[in-house]
């Protein structure tokens, strides 16, 4: 039996308010005690099977010191290799299921996680990346379930671009999956990254090597399961967590080698480019290099904006999640005039922000990620207290006692190129420059020019000619633009996220422009008449 399949028409995951008397809130909350009550025994899993190393890595709340999540096992180049043979071995079965079979996977997964595995999801990423119940929902919930729906949405429409035949001739082309593994790397900051990394090229067919952030094992670990529980065959996409020098060495000096979906530091996405280049000779392909990396995003100010919007859009953009998302505002220029008038209120606002442990409700931010972290963000707040170019107006105090907490800090920097306006700091650190009225021009051009990222940025204007000119002149500053509105939170079929320069390669998440890197057509031409002799009519006369 054959017919023309259609996936279901997608639509945006609801997001749930967790208010009080809300019975989200209760099973959330309930997710929270199961999860924090017990220690999960997290393996690798290759070909289904679930092994352990032995060399285990304790998982500790960000937020609470005391809190031992569990332990994850951490492959090596041993089990590296044990993967990829094995991920090249079931991309050749889930290859060549029917593409609705494929996408049947999937989009079962979204509607799991929509109901019955959406609380311990969101649960398993508060605890391990210390969210607030909001974050949560937005990232580990909606997201990867409209990841999922719109993923195979979009597969379905390349799969229905095919080229004109002329008569006698039927052209067609057929979308292959890349020949190989594709080499899926995730950060730690969104949970729905990895689903999205490890599972779009999946979802088109290819076979996928996983390794998730050291941060992120057990959110990843969850979305892995989540997956299995769908109907994913085992080795589709194998989990490998562990040391990210041997796994990587194994899978970009392997031949299979056919992609790499990356999302991490500008600064290892370079020097995994490198590798490609040097080994380019031994590859099977030419590998698919998609990458989204670092960002010094921005908020620009035109003396007509709407103060209220652009006081809450500086908050709620630079601070939500401590400021560790790709798109947080990091860096914001203000004219004179309405310096005067939004600053009083936005220490204000900033100072009152609510911080401590997620499963507390009443917080607006949280722990940032770990030791590291702690300790570059709180150098970069040291630093601006005692440099005479810059003036922390709000927080600046942090506390590593009991968890990694780090105040959501404001500094005014009176230099424009004092280093918390260049570099990329992740963390809930705002600076702000404060430029004269007159300089509106001059200061799009600063912008521009200041950071090599170019991820987000948001212009906050009345006057639509200003919109216009910031929207000409900072054409190339940021892959997702803002108008009136903070620079973060792109949802899936809306806003496809992705930016160029230092900031990756712009390949767009959650559109067709990503998924399309993980296939390779190819043209068929079939002749229903084929000439029967050589000659040509314009042969039969000199």
Not at 117 to 132: D, E, F, V
Not at 503 to 513: H, I, L, P, R, Y
Request: proline share 6%; glycine share 8%; charged share 20%.
């Amino acid at each position: 039996m054959s017919g023309t399949i259609r996936v279901p028409a997608p639509v945006n995951e609801p997001i749930l308010s967790y208010a009080p008397g809300t019975p989200e809130r209760t099973e959330l909350k309930a997710a929270l005690r199961s999860i924090a009550g017990q220690e999960a025994d997290i393996p690798v899993i290759i070909g289904g099977e679930e092994i352990r190393t032995g060399r285990t890595h304790a998982i500790h709340a960000p937020h609470d010191h005391g809190l031992r999540l569990g332990e994850w096992h951490a492959a090596g180049a041993e089990e590296a290799q044990r993967a990829i043979a094995n991920t090249v071995d079931a991309r050749r079965e889930w290859a060549s299921w029917r593409w609705e079979d494929r996408a049947a996977v999937f989009l079962k997964a979204a509607e799991l996680l929509a109901e019955p595995w959406r609380s311990t999801l969101n649960a398993a990423t508060m605890l391990g990346q210390s969210k607030t119940a909001f974050q949560a929902e937005i990232d580990s919930a909606c997201e990867i379930v409209d990841f999922f729906r719109f993923g195979a949405h979009f597969a379905e429409r390349i799969f229905d671009h095919q080229p004109i035949s002329d008569r006698g001739i039927w052209n067609r082309i057929e979308y292959r999956p890349l020949e190989g593994f594709v080499y899926a790397v995730s950060p730690f900051n969104f949970t729905a990254i990895g689903a999205n990394l490890a599972g779009i090229p999946a979802m088109v067919g290819c076979g996928v090597l996983w390794k998730p952030s050291k941060h992120a094992v057990l959110s990843g670990y969850y979305t892995y399961k989540l997956l299995e529980e769908a109907g994913l065959p085992p080795g589709v996409i194998n989990f490998v967590p562990g040391d990210p020098v041997e796994i990587t060495a194994a899978a970009m000096d392997h031949p299979d080698f056919a992609g790499l979906h990356f999302t991490g530091s500008t600064g290892v996405f370079q020097s995994l480019w490198n590798t490609v280049g040097r080994n380019i000779a031994r590859y099977r392909s030419y590998p698919r290099l998609v990458g989204e990396t670092g960002g010094k995003d921005f908020i620009v100010a035109h003396p007509s904006a709407d103060r209220d919007a652009l006081r809450t859009a500086i908050v709620r953009g630079s601070f939500e999640y401590q400021g560790q998302k790709c798109s947080a505002a990091s860096r914001a220029y203000v004219p004179e005039s309405v310096w005067k008038e939004i600053s009083g209120d936005l220490v204000a606002e900033t100072d009152a922000l609510a911080m401590g442990d997620p499963m507390d409700f009443r917080n607006f931010v949280n722990a940032v990620i770990d030791r590291g972290a702690f300790q570059s963000i709180t150098g970069y707040i040291d630093r601006a207290k005692a440099s005479p170019d810059a003036d922390v107006i709000a927080g600046g105090e942090y506390s590593d006692a009991d968890g990694f907490f780090i105040r959501p800090t404001l500094i005014r920097a009176h230099a424009p190129d004092h280093e918390t306006m260049c570099d990329e700091i992740f963390g809930p650190v705002m600076s702000i420059h404060v430029y004269p009225d007159a300089a509106w021009s001059e200061t799009l051009d600063m912008v521009d020019s200041t950071s090599p990222y170019a991820l987000t940025g948001a212009v906050f204007s009345q006057d639509r000619s200003a919109v216009r000119e910031a929207m000409d002149r900072l054409q190339n500053a940021a892959g997702n633009f803002y108008i009136n509105d903070k620079p973060t939170g792109a949802v899936v079929g809306q806003q496809p996220f992705g930016g160029g320069r230092a900031s990756g390669t712009n390949d767009k998440a959650g559109s067709v422009f990503n998924i399309i890197r993980w296939l390779s057509p190819r043209t068929i031409k079939e002749n229903f008449a084929p000439p029967m002799s050589t000659a040509y009519p314009f042969m039969g006369e000199e």
